[in-house]
């Protein structure tokens, strides 16, 4: 990829001049999920700095504790006494009926998560928490605890536009993150290196700036991490590791928060999470190390300020060149959400109507296939997963079938409908103002509506053609209209953003 | 870091893949990651099936898998010393030698083994070993030394090789398909992370309208995106998995297997693969992971099951394969990105370590132990020295199964084993 600006040049805030509708259409496809036409009107006439003040305001709505992770937690806590006094066979019995508990407070959480990040004035920031938990990763399948993994998201949300070195602080105390990577683990007598490991390689750094000696050294620090039965965090000052510990060349009586900070000390801190963001909102083609130093110079003066990193970063001349702009792969979580916004429609609230895609489309959220966190980009691209997006096009133009629903299920459709909130499928109101255009308008005011970048001429053509064979009978006409609109949701342009 | 390629051993550009597909060298994954091959050229040029061709399954143990206590050296003292909780007792090994045992959970492939059908090339790694699982896993997939950055794989640059001056085909058939079964069970999402699962797509209005679909698809994904484009990849990558979806999904559907293969994900991986073989597909090589490996902390039960899923895997797939008298066809070998610190840590389980036993199966495989075991008269912590470098299990492959020059691919000379018969 050719860059059009210097490093130097890279970074400046991009001119007032240079903000219109198609940088706010950028703006929002990139920061958040997708552009619908009334926001990118709003964030035009706002301006970008207000733009971007409002998607990272200093005060985020948070996700609040879904009722069954509440639920989930004093289960756990019920159940403590009761296991002791189990027999081998309860035991089974207790610890399977728990699993199950624990399994469908996630489902739930997942199916929640998205109907939050799917309102627009949670769209960029809940992009924001995700991109955090995909660089300080924990993964439901090792945790097992749907209440650790919702508190670990909270941490990460309460953190996300604070200081880095207090998120990492805050990271390594997450309890999920502590039975993630084994920090319980971790023993004076006898260290495990996996969250040392992890911290320098995945989270902090990157590798080549650190030695093994580094990671054997700053495990030893780490040590002393507990949980209580409850699941909540506390150090335990008789585990601790209090001898003298060299990390990064430095030598004293290390805790781990003290290893964070030297970490912090280097300037490689100041690169690497400016590097995981180009990958995760820019590119597939990482930022050659000039540009990531001009960005990670200013920030790691800025104190590392989180704030100041997205402002910098979704403000500057580089995220709004040319070379970025509808050319990026949708990751399936904004594959779905964006079909959800660009349509209106309302999210199912049933995990096997959202979970299911979500892992046919290879994003199981809250659990990352590993440690280094999804890959993205062109990896979430294969013959199946485009086979799993055009499958939930096709799902979201089909009425829910009612008698194929559980009892349960058809409790949750029907508070749905109490709330309002039970437009899961594309009627025909909203595609008949279309229907009433002709074929060419049709085919321009849906592909302006829904894709990134102008399609090609055969395309435009041959729906064009499709269109026009319905005419004049109203309803062929209509039905035509529908079917070129999933076609156009199943093209590849529309994976672009 | 690792690159972002999650298997750079395979090939990167879609022309690159279209030559080497042209003739008869395809390459078929089934993983969470679909490795770049698939991602960058799922459409496959095909030539006249060439039924005779030879076959390589490639197997991952993602995570390092803990090599000690898959072959267990059980009369050595230093195993005992070592591995003082999470040791397998003497009587529990499946023994195969006077000094060394299968973990209790390989029972199939104990049978394998004694049929000559198993081979064990013991303590293989690398110089500079290095405990990353990203970073080893990608020397092993780029076949590189320890410090060096290769941004290509080994079957990769073998398909370059074997491809040189050829012309390529151009025809769309299914060689690399990314198969996912759809599990339509939501109780069966914990823990299932690799879905072997074919996406068959369900036509919201019956079968006119899909057509309907496929038909103004094709016309976009037959316009050109700019080369290297992301558009342009999408074009490709759809039009191959227009072309492959009706095709595969007909292998499969049509597939009996004869052997009974157990209800896991990996298993019906392989389940697909024999399907695909019996079904004429000139694929060359497969590629199916099992993840899991990465046993910090009481790893007894979860090295166990992982073990068993491997063992009963392979053995049905062996046995399928035998029944359709493929076998002859098919030589499946395992990976992993490293085996484990020879010394228990204090949470009952291991820490990344550097060499491992590997596998290999095959009816002409030749059976039996390879190499040489680890010298464990080690301290605590201490990492064994690999005695059988990894490149040489991949030049015998390339020399002796594959029949291509080895030298060119692994940019060196390395010794071949007699895995073959």
């Known amino acids: 990829m050719t860059l059009s600006l210097s490093p130097q040049d890279a970074w400046q805030p991009l001119p007032a001049g240079e903000w219109n509708a198609d940088a706010a259409r950028h703006l929002l496809r990139r920061a958040g999920w997708t552009a619908q036409p009334a926001e990118v009107q709003r964030a035009t006439q706002e301006g970008l700095a207000a733009t971007l003040a409002r998607l990272f305001p200093p005060q985020p709505p948070l996700l609040p504790e879904p009722a069954m992770i509440q639920r989930n937690e004093v289960e756990r806590m019920d159940l403590g006494p009761r296991y002791m006094q189990a027999s081998p066979e309860e035991k089974r019995v207790l610890g399977r009926q728990e699993r199950e508990r624990s399994q469908a407070a996630y489902l739930d959480m997942s199916v929640r998560w998205l109907q939050f990040a799917a309102q627009p004035d949670n769209s960029a920031f809940q992009k924001w928490v995700l991109f955090l938990s995909d660089v300080y990763v924990v993964g439901f399948e090792k945790v097992h605890r749907a209440p650790l993994i919702y508190r670990h998201f909270d941490l990460l949300a309460r953190n996300a536009l604070g200081s880095a070195p207090a998120l990492g602080k805050a990271v390594s105390h997450s309890p999920a993150m502590v039975l993630y990577l084994d920090l319980a683990e971790n023993k004076r007598e006898a260290p495990n290196e996996n969250f040392a490991r992890e911290l320098f390689e995945l989270f902090l750094l990157g590798e080549g700036n650190y030695t093994e000696k580094d990671i054997k050294e700053a495990a030893r620090a780490f040590t002393g991490y507990r949980l209580r039965p409850g699941g909540e965090f506390v150090f335990a000052p008789r585990q601790h590791d209090m001898g003298v510990k060299t990390v990064f060349g430095q030598t004293g009586y290390f805790t781990g928060d003290d290893v964070i900070d030297l970490a912090y000390g280097l300037p490689a801190a100041g690169i690497w999470l400016p590097r995981k963001m180009t990958r ?15 960005l990670g110079g200013p920030w790691r003066a800025s104190g590392y300020d989180l704030g100041w990193l997205t402002r910098s970063f979704f403000g500057s001349r580089l995220f709004f060149a040319p070379e970025f702009r509808g050319n990026f792969i949708k990751s399936p979580v904004q594959f779905y959400l964006a079909l959800l916004q660009d349509l209106d429609l309302d999210g199912v609230p049933l995990p096997r109507y959202v979970v299911n895609p979500m892992r046919q489309m290879g994003q199981v959220l809250f659990d990352p296939p590993n440690v280094r966190g999804w890959v993205g980009g062109r990896n979430w691209i294969n013959s199946g997963s485009l086979a799993a997006r055009r499958t939930l096009v096709e799902s979201v133009f089909r009425p829910i079938n009612p ?16 709330a309002g909130r039970d437009h899961f499928t594309v009627t025909d109101a909203t595609l008949e103002p279309i229907a009433g255009l002709d074929p060419a308008a049709a085919v321009q005011s849906l592909t302006s509506d829904f894709l990134p970048i ?25 039905r035509r209209v529908r079917r070129a609109l999933i076609t156009i949701l199943e093209s590849p342009d529309y994976q672009l953003c | ?68 206590n898959t072959v267990v050296p059980f009369s050595d003292g230093n195993y005992r010393r070592l591995r003082p909780t999470i040791g397998i007792p003497d009587d529990h090994v499946l023994r195969i030698s ?64 074997a491809c040189a001056g050829r012309p390529g085909a151009d025809s769309h058939d299914p060689l690399a ?3 996912n079964t759809l599990n339509g069970e939501p109780e069966t999402f914990i823990g299932q992370r690799e879905h072997p699962t074919f996406g068959l797509l369900a036509g ?41 979806e009706g095709k595969v999904q007909n292998i499969l559907g049509a597939y009996r297997p004869a052997a009974a293969y157990p209800a896991n994900p990996f298993a019906a991986s392989l389940k697909n693969i024999a399907a695909l073989i019996a079904g004429g597909m000139p694929t060359r090589v ?93 301290p605590k912590n201490q990492d064994v020295t690999y005695s059988t470098d990894f490149r040489s299990v991949y030049a015998t492959m390339l020399e002796n199964w594959l029949e291509s020059p080895s030298e060119p691919v692994l940019n060196g000379k390395f010794a071949t084993l007699p895995l073959v018969v």
């Open chain 1, 280 to 294: 995760f909102y820019l590119s597939d083609t990482p930022l050659p190390g000039a540009y990531l130093a001009a």
């Open chain 1, 403 to 418: 008698e194929s629903l559980t009892a349960d299920e058809l409790v949750e459709i029907r508070a749905a409908g109490a």
């Open chain 1, 454 to 478: 102008p399609p090609g001429p055969a395309f435009q053509d041959s729906l064009q053609g499709f269109i026009a064979a319905g005419h004049p009978n109203p309803q062929e006409n209509l």
């Open chain 2, 1 to 68: 870091m690792a690159s972002n390629n999650p298997t750079p051993f395979l090939p990167t550009t879609r022309r690159e893949f279209l030559s080497l597909t042209g003739r008869g060298i395809g390459l078929l994954a089934f993983s969470r990651f679909a490795p770049s091959f698939l991602v960058k050229a799922a459409s496959a040029a095909v030539p006249s099936p060439e039924k005779d061709r030879t076959i390589l399954v490639l197997v991952q143990l993602a995570g390092g898998n803990d090599g000690l």
């Open chain 2, 98 to 161: 006077d000094t060394l045992g299968l973990h209790p959970s390989c029972t199939a492939m104990q049978g394998l083994f004694h049929d000559g059908k198993l081979g064990i090339v013991q303590n293989v790694g690398y110089p500079n070993p290095n405990h990353s699982h990203f970073r080893s896993t990608e020397i092993w997939e780029t076949a590189s030394a320890s410090g060096d950055f290769l941004s290509t794989g080994w079957i990769g640059r073998y398909m370059d090789n």
């Open chain 2, 177 to 179: 398909v990314h198969i």
């Open chain 2, 204 to 244: 919201g209005g019956g079968r006119r309208e899909s057509e309907e679909t496929r038909k103004l698809l094709e016309t976009i994904a037959s316009e050109t995106g700019a080369p290297n484009s992301e558009e342009g990849f999408l074009q490709h990558t759809l039009m191959d998995a227009l072309v492959t």
């Open chain 2, 286 to 378: 497969y590629f199916v992971s099992l993840n899991g490996f990465d046993t910090h902390v009481n790893q007894a039960d979860t090295h166990a099951n992982r073990l068993k899923t491997l063992s009963e895997g392979l053995a049905a797939f062996q046995h399928d394969l035998e029944a359709h008298k493929l076998d002859g066809q098919v030589m499946t070998m395992t990976f992993s990105e490293f085996g484990r610190r020879p010394s228990e840590n204090e949470s009952k389980g291991t820490d990344h370590g550097t060499a491992a036993p590997l596998f290999v199966m095959g009816s002409r495989v030749k059976g039996g132990l390879h190499g040489t075991p680890p010298a464990l008269n080690l």
